[in-house]
Nanobody, 120 residues
Framework: VQLQASGGGLVQAGDSLRLSCAAS????????IGWFRQAPGKEREFVAA????????YYADSVKGRFTISRDNARDTIYLQMNSLKPEDTAVYYC??????????????WGQGTKVTVSS
């Protein structure tokens, strides 16, 4: 499985941005797709995840109510709509896919990151 993340950029606080994660390869094996982020000097952290079959979603408390994860199974693409962005959202965002039931950790596949910078 290959994952291609895109959509990052430089925005101002309060702006919105939508990230995309396109999956290819043996995508039928994927159960969960998630987004993680890593800010400079910090550890990678969970942001959001979605179950491909049911559409159930999970969010980190820090983004709940501002970020929305969604899926387009026909296109094998996952989106992360980020609204009301804050400078503390600045990070490299990674999408990941898992064949199992893990939501917040232990993903099987990782894509390259896309950088999001939020200026104050």
């Amino acid at each position: 499985v290959q994952l291609q993340a895109s959509g990052g950029g430089l925005v101002q606080a309060g702006d919105s941005l939508r990230l995309s994660c396109a999956a290819s390869g043996r995508t039928f094996s994927i159960n969960v797709i998630g987004w993680f982020r890593q800010a400079p000097g910090k550890e990678r952290e969970f942001v959001a995840a979605i179950i491909r079959s049911s559409g159930s979603t999970y969010y980190a408390d820090s983004v709940k109510g501002r970020f929305t994860i969604s899926r387009d199974n026909a296109r094998d693409t996952i989106y992360l709509q980020m609204n009301s962005l804050k400078p503390e959202d600045t990070a490299v965002y990674y999408c990941a896919a898992d064949r199992g039931t893990g939501v917040r950790e232990s993903y099987d596949y990782w894509g390259q990151g896309t950088k999001v910078t939020v200026s104050s």
